[in-house]
């Protein structure tokens, strides 16, 4: 059974859909720990509510980032961590906590990487016209959302789309394919030789 983190600081419905895809039996992994750097992000309600450690890890701003990533890194490790998943957390990660999990920390962004990186990513394709946008698994690097591609689904964008009815329809594809890809990942079946696509949620 692996053991996974969850990082996020706000919503948590990407969590909420790690948990109710990977707590369940006979999983081959589960959400051991949820940490967020948000006092007020819902995500933590949502990893109290299913009985899952929790803490809120302040942070002071950026001189204090190596400080915050040593006190991460230690409750995970306390917490005997095996992978990362970030859901909506909104803090760039350094060499210092990545070196502690190489290779081993995932993130969900909303949109087909590489197009749309950084905020607002469902905004940016509306705004440059495109008919397709997703989402994307991919590992964490020092960049932003720049790390190896893992998987992605495919979302179409409609006529009279705006910006919240295009980020329910990605986070909904977004709540298919994290607990997917988290599984496989688990599994060891997910190797950084080359994306896995997935359309609107069918498995391969
Ligand atoms: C998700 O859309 C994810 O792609 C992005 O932040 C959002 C978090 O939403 N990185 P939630 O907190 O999981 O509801």
Not at 69 to 96: I, N, P, S, W
Not at 167 to 193: C, D, M, W
Request: charged letters at 15%.
């Amino acid at each position: 059974m692996k053991r996974i983190a969850v990082l996020a600081s706000g919503n948590g419905s990407n969590l909420q859909a790690l948990i109710n895809q990977l707590n369940v039996p006979s999983s081959p992994a589960e959400i051991s720990l949820v940490v967020s750097n948000v006092a007020s992000a819902h995500a933590l309600t949502r990893g109290r509510e299913a009985g899952i450690p929790t803490f809120f890890v302040p942070h002071e701003g950026k001189e204090d980032r190596q400080n915050h990533e040593k006190l991460l890194v230690q409750l995970l490790q306390e917490y005997e961590t095996d992978f990362v998943c970030l859901a909506g957390f909104m803090r760039l990660l350094t060499h210092r906590f990545l070196s502690a999990y190489p290779q081993r920390v995932l993130n969900t962004h909303p949109s087909l990487l590489p197009s749309f990186p950084g905020k607002h990513a469902p905004e940016q394709a509306l705004k440059a016209g495109v008919k397709m946008t997703g989402c994307t698994i991919h590992l964490v690097d020092e960049g932003i959302d720049t790390g190896p591609i893992l998987a992605q689904a495919a979302v179409p964008v409609l006529e009279n789309d705006n910006v919240s009815s295009l980020t329910s329809r990605i986070q909904s594809a977004e709540h298919q394919l994290y607990p997917h890809v988290a599984r496989l990942f688990a599994q060891g079946h997910v190797h950084n030789k080359g994306p896995l696509f997935f359309l609107n949620g069918c498995s391969p």
